[in-house]
Nanobody, 123 residues
Framework: QVQLVESGGGLVQAGGSLRLSCAASARTFNTYTMGWFRQAPGKERDFVARISLRGSTTYADSVKGRFTISRDNAKNTVYLQMNSLKPEDTAVYYC?????????????????WGKGLLVTVSS
């Protein structure tokens, strides 16, 4: 069982930046693909970004060039640096971990999820 705890959310003005962190309980953190997802009010949960065991990254088109995902295996932590934020980035952001990441299947094959935290971008 892996526990994920997100932090760093809050209210920011459009154009501003936030850095989300996700601390994982697993001693085998470096064997998991880590990802960030988000769910806007009234919408389904969407993929935002993921980082592989070796640091390869993938981003949703809507955040490319603005968001950066990174991981620190020594600290069992994954980060999401969000720049040039827009009101449409407002959502609950979830951290996730999985050993069989696959964008073609339900929940992208992620096995563990954090409780989520709210990011609000005001116009």
């Amino acid at each position: 069982q892996v526990q994920l705890v997100e932090s760093g959310g809050g209210l920011v003005q459009a154009g501003g930046s936030l850095r989300l962190s996700c601390a994982a309980s697993a001693r085998t953190f470096n064997t998991y693909t880590m990802g960030w997802f988000r769910q806007a009010p009234g919408k389904e949960r969407d993929f935002v970004a993921r980082i592989s065991l070796r640091g390869s990254t993938t981003y949703a088109d809507s955040v490319k060039g603005r968001f950066t995902i990174s991981r620190d295996n020594a600290k069992n932590t994954v980060y999401l640096q969000m720049n040039s934020l827009k009101p449409e980035d407002t959502a609950v952001y979830y951290c996730a971990a999985g050993r069989n990441y696959d964008p073609r299947i339900h929940s992208y094959g992620m096995d563990y999820w954090g409780k989520g935290l709210l990011v609000t971008v005001s116009s």
